[in-house]
C-alpha cells in the first residue's frame, strides 16, 4: 500500500521560511507534486518534479519563492517555501504519480497524502 506522509506545516509569521517534507514508502513513481488548497477553494497545483529526468515545474505565482527538491536516499520529496504571504494560508498536499508526463493536473496523480496545514499570519 502506497503511503506518503508529509510533515513541516504550522503557523508562521509573514516573511518567514518554512520546509515540508513528504516521505514516500516507495520509489516507483515517475512524478511528485505539491498543492495545496485554501479555505473554500479548489485544490491548486504549487510545484512538481520529475523523477526520470529532474526537471520542476511551479505555478507562475509561487516561481522564485517555492523550491521543490527530492532525495532519493530517503525518499522523500521537500518543498521549501521563503517570503512567506497570508495567501499562502492553505492545506498542503504531497502527491505522487506514475505513467502520463503530465504534472500540473490533481488528475495527474493517483497517491496522496493526508495533507498539512499551513497559516501564515500577517
Known amino acids: 500500500q502506497v503511503r506518503l506522509v508529509e510533515s513541516g506545516g504550522g503557523l508562521v509569521q509573514a516573511g518567514d521560511s518554512l520546509r515540508l517534507s513528504c516521505a514516500a514508502s516507495?520509489?516507483?513513481?515517475?512524478?511528485l507534486g505539491w498543492f495545496r488548497q485554501a479555505a473554500g477553494k479548489e485544490r491548486e497545483f504549487v510545484a512538481a518534479?520529475?523523477?526520470?529526468?529532474?526537471?520542476?515545474h511551479y505555478q507562475d505565482s509561487v516561481n522564485g519563492r517555492f523550491t521543490i527538491s527530492r532525495d532519493n536516499t530517503k525518499n522523500t520529496v521537500y518543498l521549501q517555501i521563503s517570503s512567506l504571504k497570508p495567501e499562502d494560508t492553505a492545506v498542503y498536499y504531497c502527491?505522487?504519480?506514475?505513467?502520463?508526463?503530465?504534472?500540473?493536473?490533481?488528475?495527474?496523480?493517483?497517491?496522496w497524502g493526508q495533507g498539512t496545514q499551513v497559516t501564515v499570519s500577517s
Open positions: 502527491a505522487a504519480g506514475r505513467g502520463s508526463i503530465y504534472l500540473r493536473r490533481t488528475a495527474d496523480y493517483a497517491y
Open positions: 516507495e520509489r516507483t513513481f515517475n512524478k
Open positions: 518534479i520529475s523523477t526520470t529526468d529532474y526537471s520542476t
